[in-house]
């Protein structure tokens, strides 16, 4: 059965502190691992990630796919209370894009001042 | 805004009753997934639509949940009977078979509470 972990389930962390959140991942003819944040209701994209050890960056955030060890990390330098939400790592599989995303129960990240 | 819009953004039933939510996805998007999330979990697969072609049902999906399409553009999820277990958040998403086809974009969903 596939599966996606995240940990931790949950974080708190103060302001101006770096966060490393964790995916691993266990699927069958996998294709690419994206990273959502919830803030409230509707998760956003982030990143998706294809290739191992390529970087992908977008100010504070930035996230790295290893294929061999079956992970993926989500860093967050600086953080700030904005960041706060549950940040959810999702895969799919699958040689064509049309199979549904299997997510993780997701980080609850806090961001304290 | 042309983002995946949903609603009702809440609703409140009784046990037994029968509950219909409406997603209208991105309008250039071809494909379309319904997920439940309760909390603290992420988001569970139930359904998936191209066009108007229903592709995929999960496990979860049992047979008092239906899902239509009719025209290939939005989709409602009908409850019928509901239970107390029931009570979740339910996620529409959206996506384009264009490229990768993997990028969903998600609604803001349908609280649902089941008395």
């Known amino acids: 059965e596939d599966k996606v972990v995240q940990s931790p389930l949950s974080l708190v962390v103060h302001e101006g502190d770096t966060v490393t959140l964790n995916c691993s991942y266990e699927?069958?003819?996998?294709?690419?691992l994206l990273w959502y944040k919830q803030e409230k209701k509707a998760p956003t994209f982030l990143f998706m990630l294809?290739?191992?050890?390529i970087e992908k960056k977008s100010g504070r955030l930035s996230s790295i796919l290893d294929k061999k060890e079956l992970f993926s990390i989500l860093n967050i330098t600086a953080t700030q209370t904005g960041d706060s939400a549950i940040y959810l790592c999702?895969?799919?599989?699958?040689?064509?894009?049309?199979?549904?995303?299997?997510f993780g129960k997701g980080t609850r990240l806090s961001v304290i001042a | 805004d042309t983002g995946v819009s949903q609603n009702p953004r809440h609703k409140i039933t009784k046990r037994g009753q029968n509950v219909t939510f409406r997603c209208d996805p991105i309008?250039?998007?071809?494909?379309l997934y319904w997920y439940r999330q309760t909390l603290g979990q992420g988001p569970e697969f139930l359904t998936y639509?191209?066009?108007?072609?229903?592709?995929?049902k999960s496990r979860l999906l049992s047979d008092r949940f239906s899902a239509e399409r009719p025209k290939g553009s939005f989709s409602t999820l009908e409850i019928q009977r509901t239970e107390q277990g029931d009570s979740a958040m339910y996620l529409c998403?959206?996506?384009?078979?264009?490229?990768?086809?993997?990028?969903?974009?998600f609604g803001s969903g349908t609280q649902l509470s089941v008395l």
């Open positions: 309008s250039e998007h071809n494909r």
């Open positions: 998403a959206s996506s384009s078979d264009r490229g990768r086809g993997e990028k969903l974009f």
């Open positions: 999702a895969v799919h599989k699958g040689v064509t894009g049309n199979t549904p995303l299997v």
């Open positions: 699927v069958t003819n996998f294709r690419s």
């Open positions: 639509f191209q066009n108007e072609a229903q592709l995929e």
């Open positions: 294809t290739s191992s050890g």
